[in-house]
């Protein structure tokens, strides 16, 4: 391919984008001076794949410089001109599906790629814009109208055959190619045989393994850089030097780190496991595997564990880019603030996103502390979709739904992951039913995307570390502690088994009477807010020790705000010695850092509760060890539970404790309790025929992480002045978002308040409350109905009134719909 400056820019008239007008063949130059550019950036183990790196490097400058064919078209360069398009128009002007039979036939004419192969190059060109489906309907041809489309959308590029000729001479070397592509359409679209053609693109050759990761990465490649073009244009999209690590620098931050935190029992125990796993992986043996499993406990020190390795392996081996994925929010946000600290600590500038981004649901804009200004809107979000920094602290979604996902603005990120350094911790909260998923996501990424991967975890839940080559197991928490030491950190809490009968709330509330004679930190732990709410509002109205300012309610249906501050005051109350009870739901579970004395545990699955205990004697730092009951709560009806797990993995929990009346935390890890409750799930291992046949719609539907709910609604609770100005905010973006007319600039205007909500999305999200409505069946529609109905919105969110918030308990619309949907369960 000769350089462009040998020929005169302006001596072509083809534009791909305006404002201002941008010339196709620079465009197409760019965009693969963009990808080619992040492809030599990976060290790609092709020796896996199908193809060598020069046959891949060829196919994306086939995929590249033919994805915008069709805007040769006379219609679409008069689009670009137009404010308005007649439907007709816009079938016209499209350029997806014309240019992908371009592409294929450049591969397979032009260089001779076969058609396996060659479909890579149709199905991403054609996709380029669109989220992917399954293979067969991504070849598919579905109607006689969208071969006439295509007919007459080639007849409107035939004004512009010599620049055609000329771009595709000056780019793959290919002559005379114009007239060459009508006779290929012809010969496979003549239009005297439309009603008879069979409507599918004839690619039916099987498909080999690995071959979806060959499509994946230049289906990334082609959409990173295309976007990119469109948005940087001749902008270089800057990158920050890569920092300079110095490892040693997390033993002293953690040294400083723990000097400011008061002492307990298990800080020793802690420095230990710390410091046995650096030496164990100091081992040249052991560096040069791929993954590694490190199994330890809630409490055992994982994070700056985690961050010490991850800045060895840097350091050492200079990988660019470090992702740590967490479950939740809430951890996510603590371990953000733990590395954010870290990097100040070791002079590493936290302060730009291109160096330490913090991802998730809440996150705003991209910040990017010299010379922001110049990074308009659409350049911030590119960089915050495609996590584009050099160390990432995010979500399982934000990484494995980059890989399982069909979404378009997902894949954009697919490459970035490659060389990388990605720490996964708290694995056991990935649903068991995906681990298979997940272990072939190693392999892949570890062998052929050449990362270093370290997954953290209590427990490794059916993963199956026989399928990976060149992985290790480090060395457990039982083997490196002595039996003393063992019995100190194992010796937290107890758990007694009493489900023998179901309590009714009647016998409920004489257990808690129980537990309230004791005078210790209590902790009730349920599965429903249902639940929560009538043992507060008991607790509340009962005479006891405790002052009511010390019972707290903590459940999904008080504000974030609400529960921030209360959170706040139980750690404070703690410190002061003051005697408190905590009433929760299963979102105390992970990532909610406070420690009780003793309470009930409501029956759920195994792992879960095995998290709720961890709250309980966190640091040992109890004068007595912690404790708490298991007991079965049933309603008018029945059990509640089946509401919100599967009946398998209660009847898996009820058969692992019925042989015990009581469990100390030794015995769970000792006789591998968990284990057991995992080696029972059933594993999905159909992913594998979808990967093979690369269905991407199939993978998407299997790989879910949460369940949507049937029903869902966002309510905004006005609990103060910095509310309701944060509630008029949105309605004033809401109303200037549906005065914005269809013409030209509507996109444009769009991401103007997209990126003005960005900017107060978290504070939004303080008062936000999310109410999911399961079990509801055919009275979906009415109570949507009474909900749309009954309160003012802005930007998809409602606003709470008085009549269905309390300062306490927060959220009460299950109530309120009661009584406006009559039968409604859920």
């Given amino acids: 391919m000769q350089t462009m400056t040998d020929y005169c820019i302006n001596s072509f008239n083809l534009i791909s984008h305006t404002e201002p007008d941008r010339k196709l063949i620079v465009h197409l130059e760019e965009v693969y001076k963009k990808a080619k550019k992040r492809l030599d950036e990976l060290a790609i183990n092709f020796e896996l794949l199908s193809i060598s790196s020069e046959q891949f490097e060829k196919l994306l400058q086939i995929t590249v410089f033919c994805h915008d064919f069709g805007k ?52 991403a060109i054609r996709y380029h814009h669109l989220d992917l489906e ?26 512009h055959r010599e620049e055609i000729n000329t771009i595709y001479n000056h780019f793959l070397d290919c002559n005379n190619v114009f007239n060459d592509f009508e006779i290929f359409l012809l010969k496979d679209f003549p239009k005297n045989q439309l009603l008879q053609k069979i409507k599918f693109f004839k690619l039916r050759d099987e498909y080999i393994k690995n071959d979806i990761f060959i499509f994946m990465l230049l ?30 620098k997390v033993d002293d931050f953690k040294s400083e780190y723990f000097r400011l935190r008061d002492k307990t029992p298990l800080d020793e125990v802690r420095e230990k496991i710390y410091k046995n796993i650096v030496k164990e992986f100091d081992t040249n043996q052991v560096k040069e595997n791929k993954v590694f499993f490190i199994k330890l406990p809630t409490g055992a020190g994982k994070t700056l564990l985690l961050y010490k390795l991850a800045m060895q392996i840097k350091e050492e081996l200079h990988y660019q880019k470090v992702f740590y994925l967490l479950p939740f929010i809430t951890l996510i946000e603590q371990n953000a603030n733990i590395l954010k600290d870290l990097l100040d600590f070791m002079g590493i500038n936290s302060n730009d996103n291109r160096v330490f981004l913090e991802k998730h649901s809440l996150s705003g804009e991209f910040l990017i502390e010299q010379g922001s200004e110049e990074y308009e809107i659409d350049k911030k979000q590119f960089l915050l979709d ?16 980059g890989v399982f996902k069909r979404k378009n603005a997902l894949f954009k990120r697919f490459h970035q992951f490659a060389n990388s350094i990605i720490l996964i911790d708290e694995v056991q909260l990935i649903p068991l039913e995906l681990m298979y998923s997940v272990t072939q996501f190693l392999k892949f990424m570890s062998e052929i995307f050449n990362c270093k991967i370290i997954v953290a975890s209590a ?45 009714t709330f009647d016998k409920l509330y004489e257990k808690i009477d129980e537990k309230v004679q004791t005078q210790k930190d209590l902790l009730f732990r349920v599965n429903t807010v249902n639940t929560a709410n009538a043992i507060y509002e008991y607790l509340i109205n009962k005479n006891s020790s405790y002052e009511q300012e010390n019972i707290f309610l903590l459940t999904s249906a008080v504000a974030p705000i609400s529960r921030q501050k209360i959170i706040k005051a139980i750690k404070s109350n703690s410190t002061k010695g003051i005697k408190q009870i905590v009433v929760a739901t299963q979102l105390i579970q992970a990532g909610v850092d406070i420690s009780l004395e003793d309470g009930l545990e409501e029956l759920a699955p195994l792992d879960l509760m095995i998290q709720s205990m961890g709250r309980r004697n966190r640091s040992a730092e109890k004068s007595t060890c912690g404790m708490a009951d298991i007991i079965k709560i049933k309603n008018d009806k029945n059990f509640e539970g089946h509401k919100i797990y599967t009946k398998f993995d209660i ?7 019925k042989d015990y009346q009581i ?11 968990l284990d057991k409750y995992y080696d029972a799930q059933v594993e ?88 999911n409505f399961y079990y509801i069946d055919e009275k979906k529609e009415i109570a949507s109905a009474a909900i749309i109905e009954g309160f003012d919105s802005a930007l998809g969110i409602y606003l709470a009134t008085e009549n269905i918030f309390d300062e306490y308990k927060g959220l009460q619309l299950v109530e309120y719909i009661k009584n406006k949907v009559d039968g409604l369960f859920w």
């Fill in 219 to 248: 289906f990334s490649l082609l959409i990173y850089a295309d976007k990119e073009d469109a948005i940087f244009r001749d902008r270089v999209l800057e990158k920050i030097k890569s920092q300079a690590i110095d490892s040693s």
């Fill in 134 to 159: 399954n293979a067969k309907d991504m070849q598919t041809i579905k109607n006689k109208e969208d071969i006439e489309n295509i007919l007459n959308i080639f007849e409107g590029t035939k004004p």
């Fill in 663 to 673: 469990i100390s935390e030794q015995e769970i890890y000792s006789e591998n309790l």
């Fill in 459 to 503: 427990t490794f839940p059916n993963i199956k570390k026989e399928i990976l080559n060149n992985s290790y197991t480090f060395k457990s928490i039982d083997e490196i502690l002595t039996s003393e030491e063992n019995s100190q950190f194992f010796n937290r809490y107890k758990i007694v088994v009493d489900l023998a009968e179901s309590y």
């Fill in 72 to 123: 040769s078209s006379i219609f679409f360069q008069e689009k670009l001109y137009k404010d308005t398009l007649t439907q007709k128009e816009k079938k016209l002007s499209e350029h997806g599906l014309i240019s992908a039979f371009f592409g294929y036939f450049v591969a397979t004419e032009s260089f001779s790629f076969d058609k396996r192969v060659a479909s890579f190059v149709f199905m």
């Fill in 386 to 401: 495609t996590l584009d920094s050099e160390f990432v602290v995010t979500s399982f979604h934000q990484l494995f739904y």
């Fill in 651 to 657: 009847e898996q929990t009820c058969k692992i404790l």
């Fill in 684 to 771: 999905i291992n159909s992913i594998d025929i979808s990967f093979q046949k690369l269905n991407f719609l199939d993978i998407d539907k299997e790989f879910v992480l949460i369940a949507n709910a049937p029903l869902s609604f966002s309510f905004f609770i006005p609990l103060s002045a910095d509310a309701i100005s944060i509630w008029k905010k949105l309605i004033e973006l809401d109303k200037r978002k549906s005065a914005i007319k269809q013409d030209k600039n509507f996109w444009k205007n769009i991401k103007e308040i997209d990126n003005e909500y960005s900017k107060i999305k978290k504070d939004v999200s303080l008062y936000t409350v999310n109410q």
